[in-house]
């Protein structure tokens, strides 16, 4: 399977884990709030002869490129690879990967050295692929496929810069954004001020909608939110 099926196949799993988090309500988008990675296997072992290509900027003199044999995709919707890196001298390092595609991050894993030996990142954590780092091999990665996805206009706005973007041929359900709130919390004065503030900006970034209306609701009493 080549990248772009893998990636493809990625994207239709994160649509399939945003559609199961949202719940009962018609159209509503919400991550899942008890998501957890799977357990992540140790780097596998990739063969730098047979490495397909990421096009990187200009002036960046290193050559990146991505082993088919590493890619893998996880029941939680991660897309995992080893991307290597060649300097102009020839000498490689690489990176063990994975790219989140629900929420457009990616997380690096552990890093190979010239030395021939994998050295593990302790406490990783995941960034968006737009973010201010020292390369963004992973967002080329994501770019360079003729894949499309259906994503929130106004959630994806950061996440799809630089990448193509049209509005859809048919007809979409309007998505819910809702807000929730521990019950015990309704009067509470700070509480009210902070959900004011988040409605008068989603109000300011909405379109607007037949309804007009932003949903804001307590939580029933009895009810538990995971934090």
Not at 92 to 108: D, F, H, L, S
Not at 165 to 192: K, N, Y
Request: aromatic letters at 6%; charged letters at 20%.
């Amino acid at each position: 399977m080549n990248i772009k099926k893998l990636l493809c196949t990625s994207l239709l799993l994160g649509s399939i884990h945003l559609g199961y988090a949202a719940g009962p309500t018609p159209g509503q988008v919400v991550l899942d709030p008890d998501w957890t990675e799977s357990e992540v296997p140790p780097p596998p072992r990739f063969n730098k002869d047979k490495l397909v290509p990421i096009d990187m900027p200009k002036y960046v003199s290193l050559k990146f490129g991505v082993d088919p044999a590493t890619l893998a995709i996880t029941p939680d919707g991660i897309v995992r690879y080893v991307m290597v890196a060649t300097n102009v001298s020839g000498s490689i390092n690489a990176m063990y990967e994975g790219i989140r595609c629900a929420t457009g991050e990616v997380k690096t894993y552990a890093r190979y050295a010239s030395n021939g030996e994998w050295s593990t990142v302790a406490e990783p954590q995941w960034r968006e692929l737009n973010s201010n780092q020292p390369s963004k091999h992973a967002l080329a990665l994501a770019r360079q496929t003729d894949l499309i996805a259906t994503v929130p206009e106004c959630h994806t706005t950061q996440l799809r810069s630089g990448l193509h973007s049209f509005p859809l041929p048919v007809p979409a359900r309007e998505i819910t954004v809702s807000m929730l709130w521990h019950p015990r919390l309704h009067a509470d004065a700070a509480h009210r001020w902070l959900r004011g503030c988040v409605r008068e900006v989603c109000a300011s970034e909405a379109q607007p909608s037949p309804t007009g209306k932003i949903s804001s609701t307590p939580f029933p009493t009895g009810s538990r939110k995971n934090n």
